[in-house]
């Protein structure tokens, strides 16, 4: 009797992991054995960013694609980013994006000039006929020019102006701190135009990862007509991690 009194003793009870806040909890599998880099990093200057796509699927997420970013400097005002996206559909079917976005240094990251490739392959990798899409767009100082597929077009725009995948860039060199939230027309994707979007530092949190290690975060929320609410999640060095937007989230791997 002892002995097993001791035995139980000293058994070893795992440190209880503190729950994930929503929405990042859709993560939270993954996060288990997440294990962030230690490594500094300069969102100002040359980096190569690679994140998996997840899509919700009965209340957990299911990896559905991943998301490449290389980013380098033009100019003190200027930088360049290589977007390459393929996300994975029903029956192994995958749409293929490829972008190159000019773009400012400033607080949003504002596009200059873009273009886009996209299509739809087969579960052998073949090309789906009529599902290619061929963009180039260029801001002017009120309106955007647009051309898909030899088809031209022209929108008239105010304020400033953010691409939703540039906002991946911007988020990680906002401050850490309140301030004025940034108003501002939102490009979704590359060619939606959505008004009235906001987005601003709210938070900082704590998380656990792989091997209980804590992980802070801080959080920036976006919101806009015509949009789900989404939110980024960067680290102290100002890599962004995580973003959850609705059914879909990045992960950084």
């Not at 980013?81 to 000019?102: H, R």
């Not at 906002?167 to 990680?172: I, M, R, S």
């Amino acid at each position: 009797m002892t002995n097993q009194q001791k035995t139980a003793k000293e058994k070893v009870v795992p440190a209880k992991r503190k729950p994930i806040p929503y929405p990042l909890n859709i993560l939270e599998h993954y996060l288990k054995s997440y294990v962030p880099s230690k490594e500094s990093f300069d969102p100002n200057g040359k980096w190569k960013s690679k994140y998996k796509m997840f899509t919700m699927a009965s209340g957990r997420a299911a990896h559905a694609g991943t998301l490449i970013f290389e980013r380098k400097n033009l100019s003190k005002k200027e930088a360049f980013i290589e977007l390459k996206i393929d996300k994975a559909g029903v029956d192994n079917y995958w749409q293929k994006v490829k972008a190159k976005l000019k773009f400012n240094t400033d607080i949003l990251s504002s596009p200059v000039k873009w273009q886009y490739e996209s299509k739809m392959t087969n579960p052998k990798g073949e090309l789906l006929k009529n599902t290619e899409i061929n963009q180039y767009a260029i801001k002017h100082s009120k309106e955007i020019d647009f051309v898909c597929n030899g088809k031209r077009k022209k929108i008239k725009t105010s304020g400033d102006i953010a691409l939703s995948w540039l906002l991946f860039d911007a988020v990680q060199r906002m401050p850490k701190e309140k301030t004025e939230e940034e108003k501002f027309t939102l490009i979704d994707h590359f060619d939606q135009i959505k008004p009235n979007n906001t987005i601003s530092f709210r938070n900082e949190i704590e998380i656990n990862v792989s091997g209980n290690e804590k992980l802070k975060l801080y959080v920036y929320k976006q919101f806009g007509e015509g949009i789900l609410p989404i939110i980024y999640y960067v680290d102290k060095f100002g890599r962004l991690l995580f973003v959850i937007s609705g059914v879909e989230a990045y992960a950084k791997i």
